[in-house]
Structure formats: C-alpha cells, structure tokens
C-alpha cells in the first residue's frame, strides 16, 4: 500500500535501507578521503617544492584531469556493473595516495603528477556511485537526494579539517596513511553489497506523473529534457557565483578592520550550517506542484541579492551570516533538482548525465577564477556587489527562456516498496 514517510523518519530512511545504505557509507568514507587528499596534497606539493608556481598548477591540474576522468568514468558506468567498477576505483586510489608516501622524500615531480590523479580520481567513479544510488532508490527519490547531498556538506566539512589536523600533527606520512585507510574502509563496506548493474532497482509502483516524466526523454530526440538543461544551466551559475564569492572572500575580509584571523574559515563553517538546514528543510518539504523553473529562478535573485547582501555592510559577522543564508537557500534548487533530474533520466543514461553535470560545474568555477585572474587586482566590496547583481539579472532571464518542463514531472514521487 503507497503511503509518504514523514519528517526526519523518512529522510534518514536511506541511511538504513539495504538497497542504499553500503553505497551511501562507502561514499562518504571516499568523500572523507578525498577531502584529506585535498589539502594534504597541495600542503604536501608546497612542502616539497617550495613554489607558487608548482602549487597552483596542483589545483589547475587536478580541475583538468578531474573533468576529463568524470567524462569517461561517466560513460564507461552507462555501460557496464557499477559495483566492479567502483571496487576497482577504491584500489587504485588507495594505491596511488600509498605511493605518494616514498616520492615526497625523493621525488618531487612524480609527487605533484600523482598528487593531481589522486586529487582527480574521485571524478571517475562519482558518476558510477551517483547513477548506482538512484537507480536501487527510485521509489523515493528527494529523500535519496537529501541523504546523498547530507553525506556529501559532512565530507567536505571534516575532510579538509582532518586533513590538515594529520598533516600539522604528523606531516605527510601520517596524513596520507589515515588517506589510504579511508579507501580501505570505503572498499570493504562495498565489497559485501551485491551488483549494481545498468537499468536497474526500479520501483514496483510508479505514479502517473512518474511514467509520464521518464517517457518525455525519449521525445527529446537527441536534445537535452527541459529538467535536465535548467538544472545544468543553474548549476554552473552557481558555481561561477560560488567560486567567485569565494576568492575575492580572502581579500575583502583581510581588509575589514576588527576582523578576526579565522574569518575566512568562520564563514565557510557558517556556509556549511546553512547547507546542511537548508538541505533537511527541503527534503521534509512539498515540491510537487512547484516547477523546477519558479525554484531555479527564485534562488538565481536570491543567490545575487544574498552575495550584495555579504558585503553591504562592512562587518565579517555580516559576512558570514549572509553566507549561512546562501546555504539555506541553495537547499530546494538542490534537492528538487537533483530528484527531477534522477526522475526523468533513463537509469543507462544516469552516469554520463551526473558526470555532464559535474563538468559543468568545475567549468563554471573555471571561468570564475580566470575573470578574477584576467582583472587583476579588483576592490572586492565593489566586484562582489556588481557581480552580485549581474548574476540578479542574467541568470533569472536565461532561465525564462529555457524550455518549460512538462507538467507532469513538476510532481516528486513519494514510493513505498
């Protein structure tokens, strides 16, 4: 008998459910991972190289490899058992972060080149893991985004600050064994789960509007659904938006007198608060007839008006609280389309969609930090607030005219099995 799960009970569902919950834990695990790995191996390239230069092109490789290793791992999911592919991915990442531990002390160009495929490994299987989630979670798909997108804010948080907690403890031997450790874990947790094959893990009920929204894909012919090129759209909005907000940060709370020296760090930690409410607010939330194209737009004003908002008033605590704002408003544009998206996509296109996305988002940050590069030396306060409202005012616009999802898959679908 169908019936909706209510409030938390149903948002932790997918923690404790046997199709989800060894691929939910051994993804965090690896997100933990690869949060260590994202400090430790910058630390560890400058530790070694003692240059800007070599630093830098840590980060920049490791966005150009990320990208390219998310396209073919999204492709090679679409066709193949995820769960082989995913163990594979474990071992080798385990290994490469191993190796890293005798070249720090002996070489370090083939620790900076191994550093950038460690660092951008993750991106391989991501699409692997994401599509294998939502293909055995189909029946309740909001509550299987909260739960994913939940993990994902915790990793990021603790990740970077064990890693750099390991390194300031024990340097980089320490910090990278604790990094191999983390990608055992995460492969004996899925080592026990049975195989997550392509088109799999459909619910045994599905709504009207369910069946309605899955058959509008294949009308497309060979264009992307309305869903899917709105969410990519506003993804790699955000992002530009995000990166951008996030350099010209460091400069402008240097420059605020009675600033406090973690500043920076208070409002990333408030930003990560933020998200984690908002994405619980708007998975307990009804969103089953708003369109996803009202949702996109009004958190496209919000996004610009809350980055106006940071710096209109020159006081860091103004600062973070405007960035604790931004994560509770980026809650519904991430749940809702991360459940349309799931919800319309055919499960043998789900890994290439998730890794279309992901790309999407690195090139987003891209553009953003070679804007600010190609700008030079810019007054943050005055770059943010116009920044800010460009993004009010392009965005909303480009959005509208984008094509308007069908009705029907503007309802969630709420299934028990």
Known sequence: MRSRWKGTRRLTRPFTDQRSRALLAAFLISELGDGITA?????????????????????LGRMLAGSLFAAVGGTIADFV????LLLVSYVVRAALVAALIPLSETNPAAFAIIGILVGAAGSFDNPAAESALRASYRHDLQSLAT?????????QMVGPAVGGLLFGLGGLTLALGINVLTFVIALALLSAKRSMPVNGGKA???????????STIAGCEGRLPPVVSMAFLSTAGASFLVAV???????????????????????LAAYSVGALAGLWLAGIGEWGNV???????????????????SVS????????????????????????????VALIVADRWLARVYAAWSILGKLGAAVAYILVIALGDLDAQSALLTIG???MAIIPVLLIFLPQEPKESARDNYLES
């Open 81 to 84: 058992d995820r769960r082989p």
């Open 389 to 391: 409202l460009l993004y």
């Open 313 to 340: 008033v020159p006081r860091w605590e103004i600062f973070a609280a405007a960035w604790f704002i931004w994560g509770l408003a980026f809650g519904p544009e991430d749940i809702v389309s991360d459940s349309r």
């Open 245 to 267: 907000a996030t350099v010209l940060a460091v400069p402008y709370l240097a420059e605020l007198p009675n600033t406090p020296d973690g500043a920076y760090g208070f409002a």
């Open 39 to 59: 400090v430790v191996v910058p630390l560890g390239v400058y530790a070694v190289s003692d240059s800007v230069v070599a630093l830098a092109s840590t980060f």
């Open 147 to 155: 739960a994913r997108k939940t993990g994902k804010t915790i990793s």
């Open 291 to 309: 369109r996803l194209k009202s949702i996109l737009i009004f958190s496209a004003v919000a996004f610009g008006a809350i980055t106006m908002l």
């Open 204 to 214: 045994t009920v599905i709504e009207n509007a369910g069946l309605m929204a899955a």
